[in-house]
């Protein structure tokens, strides 16, 4: 892959992320709501800050911010954007060790069919990268 390729991956796979994301929000809002009845957005942040059971978003939450701070640095250089595309395949990668997000990941996709069709959105855009 080289820069304007990333860059360009980027820039392609940044939207689809974010819906990703909020599915999954909504997702993990509804089933902390059933446990413990409705919450404030604000508790829900909270929540999803300090809570160990949502620690699993972090990596998710993390990559996203990584490609729009490469989106918008002028003076990211061609191996730091290259490093952030990179980072957004692993996410989504079988063979990335330890990759607690995957594990939670793919049972979300079996109980959201709205996290499954966001999953694909993103999934189109990874086999650009793939092919």
């Given at each position: 892959?080289?820069?304007?390729?990333?860059?360009?991956?980027?820039?392609?796979?940044?939207?689809?992320?974010?819906?990703?994301?909020?599915?999954?929000?909504?997702?993990?809002?509804?089933?902390?709501?059933?446990?413990?009845?409705a919450?404030?957005?604000?508790?829900?942040?909270?929540?999803?800050?300090?809570?160990?059971?949502?620690r699993?978003?972090?990596?998710?939450s993390?990559?996203?911010?990584?490609v729009?701070?490469?989106?918008?640095?002028?003076?990211?250089?061609?191996?730091?954007?290259?490093?952030?595309?990179?980072?957004?395949?692993?996410?989504?990668?079988?063979?990335?060790?330890?990759?607690?997000?995957?594990l939670?990941y793919?049972?979300?996709?079996?109980?959201?069919?709205?996290?499954l069709?966001?999953?694909?959105r993103?999934?189109?855009?990874?086999?650009?990268?793939?092919?």
């Open positions: 892959m080289n820069d304007h390729d990333a860059t360009q991956f980027l820039a392609d796979v940044r939207k689809p992320l974010l819906a990703l994301h909020k599915a999954i929000l909504e997702h993990e809002r509804a089933d902390y709501e059933k446990e413990l009845g919450v404030t957005p604000a508790a829900f942040l909270q929540a999803l800050i300090n809570n160990p059971g949502f699993w978003l972090a990596p998710l993390t990559v996203i911010a990584n729009d701070e490469m989106l918008d640095a002028d003076d990211a250089t061609p191996q730091q954007r290259i490093g952030a595309a990179q980072g957004v395949v692993a996410l989504f990668s079988q063979e990335t060790p330890d990759n607690g997000f995957l939670r793919r049972q979300l996709l079996q109980a959201s069919a709205d996290v069709h966001q999953h694909g993103v999934a189109q855009v990874l086999r650009q990268v793939q092919t």
